[in-house]
């Protein structure tokens, strides 16, 4: 890893950022706990996704030049986020990275670097039905 480069380019740029993705959403819509907070189809999230990582991560400005500002905490309101589903959505992160090869410490910055959004998301106590 070289600190001089962004996480973006550390990554790889748009190519395995793609690669992340498209292995992180198989998981998502399988797992228990947050699989039934997405739509059917998963294409347009998967797109948003690729746009917001790229961002997020130091790449181009895809997700603001197309949706404006990410505002995340806002838009995932309309979802029962619990502490629970924030670490099952880092878990399939971290496999979905694993799958596609990101080594350490690279990995672990990437899950760091994800976790304060994903626990900021959480608007709901967790429960025994979740």
């Known amino acids: 890893m070289n600190p001089n480069l962004s996480i973006y380019e550390n990554l790889g740029g748009a190519e395995t950022i793609r690669r992340i993705v498209e292995a992180f959403y198989p998981r998502v819509v399988v797992d228990p706990l947050i699989g039934p907070l997405f739509p059917a189809d998963i294409n347009p999230v998967m797109e948003k996704q690729y746009m917001f990582l790229t961002q997020f991560f130091g790449g181009p400005s895809l997700y603001s030049d197309m949706h404006g500002h ?46 304060g959004p994903a626990h900021h998301f959480v608007n709901t106590q967790s429960s025994m039905n979740d």
């Open 70 to 115: 990410p505002m995340m905490r806002a838009r995932h309101m309309a979802f029962p986020v619990t502490s629970e589903r924030a670490e099952a959505w880092l878990a399939c992160m971290s496999a979905a990275l694993e799958e596609v090869g990101v080594d350490e410490p690279l990995r672990a910055i990437v899950i760091q670097r994800l976790s």
